[in-house]
Nanobody
Framework: QVQLVESGGGLVQTGGSLRLSCAASGRTFSSYIMAWFRQAPGKEREFVAASSRSGSRTDYADSVKGRFTISRDNAKNTVYLQMSSLKPEDTAVYFC?????????????????WGQGTQVTVFS
């Protein structure tokens, strides 16, 4: 198993930036595909970004492409989400997720492990 703890959320003005971190403990971090999802009030959880085990391949939701960057440091057992040009519609609880399968998935059901989430609020 792996335990995930997110940090870095907060309140930011439109156009601002934040970097989320997700620290993992437990089994070998580099054996997991890592992803970020988010959930706004009254909405379903949605895919944001994912990284392959090495970090060489990434995938992004169209809504964040060009503004968000996922990266990972396997030596530090941490995955990051750098968010720039933030918009009010980016306001949500952001979750880190991990799975041991071979391929990146955009479906939340494809992930076995989840963090508790960190709130990001973007105000205009």
């Amino acid at each position: 198993q792996v335990q995930l703890v997110e940090s870095g959320g907060g309140l930011v003005q439109t156009g601002g930036s934040l970097r989320l971190s997700c620290a993992a403990s437990g089994r070998t971090f580099s054996s997991y595909i890592m992803a970020w999802f988010r959930q706004a009030p009254g909405k379903e959880r949605e895919f944001v970004a994912a990284s392959s085990r090495s970090g060489s391949r990434t995938d992004y939701a169209d809504s964040v492409k060009g503004r968000f960057t996922i990266s990972r440091d396997n030596a530090k057992n941490t995955v990051y989400l750098q968010m720039s040009s933030l918009k009010p519609e980016d306001t949500a609880v952001y979750f880190c997720a991990a799975e041991e399968r071979m391929l990146i998935s955009r479906a939340s059901t494809g992930y076995d492990y989840w963090g508790q989430g960190t709130q990001v609020t973007v105000f205009s």
